[in-house]
């Protein structure tokens, strides 16, 4: 079956545009995940949704940024007037069950889109 | 939240086994210890998860001592294709996010 998948894979932004970034979960998946991945680093947790609702955004960065699920299915990470900083590759996942305290569930993680601010 | 601490790197050739070993001394009763797999220009990929003990499955084995402050991931037998950063990580936290440290680059040869 088909995984996660993430588009556009690369965009190249110049410093103060708006950019879209798109993640398609597997289908029947709860949880959704955005992370961001600097270059040589882990990935960092970003923020999470179950279904539609936004249950924790503790880990965005600024207000620059926005992520919303509006179906429970399909989520879209917003990055508004973007900087240099924001350069790295941004990672969705998915998992089928609720997240939670001690939730074992395997997270799916998509190809992920590497953004690069000129 | 278990915070872990792992080789910045190890090298092997084919054929070898490769055991790469997670330092969780402040881990909570409630951690599970899972490592994932990440290959270039991919999303990381879970491998295993563990509690206790021994846990295999067909990718590898994690062994976990008594003291659960300390966890072994064995890769048996690698071949090129295992050249990959491994991350090993607590799990733990109120919705499940992953917490993810530099990971271990593991280097195959021929």
């Known amino acids: 079956g088909a995984g996660v998948s993430q588009s556009p894979r690369y965009k190249v932004a110049k410093r103060g545009q708006d950019v879209a970034l798109r993640c398609d979960p597997i289908s029947g998946h709860v949880s959704l995940f955005w992370y961001q991945q600097a270059l040589g680093q882990g990935p960092e947790f970003l923020t999470y949704f179950q279904n539609e609702a936004q249950l924790d955004k503790s880990g965005l960065p600024s207000d620059r940024f926005f992520a919303e699920r509006p179906e429970g299915s399909v989520s879209t990470l917003k990055i508004q007037r973007t900087q240099q900083e924001d350069s790295a590759v941004y990672l969705c996942?998915?998992?089928?069950?609720?997240?939670?305290?001690?939730?074992?569930?395997?997270?799916?993680f998509g190809p992920g889109t590497r953004l690069t601010v000129l | 939240l278990a915070k872990t601490t792992q080789p910045i790197s190890m090298d092997s050739y084919e054929g070898q086994e490769v055991n790469i070993t997670c330092s969780h001394n402040?881990?909570?009763?409630?951690?599970?210890i899972t490592w994932y797999q990440q290959f270039p220009s991919q999303g990381p990929r879970f491998i295993i998860q563990?509690?206790?003990t021994k846990v295999t499955n067909e990718v590898a084995s994690l062994f976990i001592p008594a003291d659960r402050k300390s966890s072994t991931l064995s890769l048996p037998r690698v071949s090129l294709s295992d050249t990959a950063v491994y991350y090993c990580?607590?799990?733990?936290?109120?919705?499940?996010?992953?917490?993810f440290g530099a990971g271990t680059q593991v280097v195959v040869t021929p």
């Open positions: 996942a998915s998992s089928l069950e609720l997240a939670g305290p001690l939730n074992t569930d395997t997270q799916y």
């Open positions: 563990g509690y206790k």
């Open positions: 990580l607590g799990l733990t936290d109120s919705w499940g996010k992953l917490q």
């Open positions: 402040n881990i909570a009763t409630n951690d599970y």
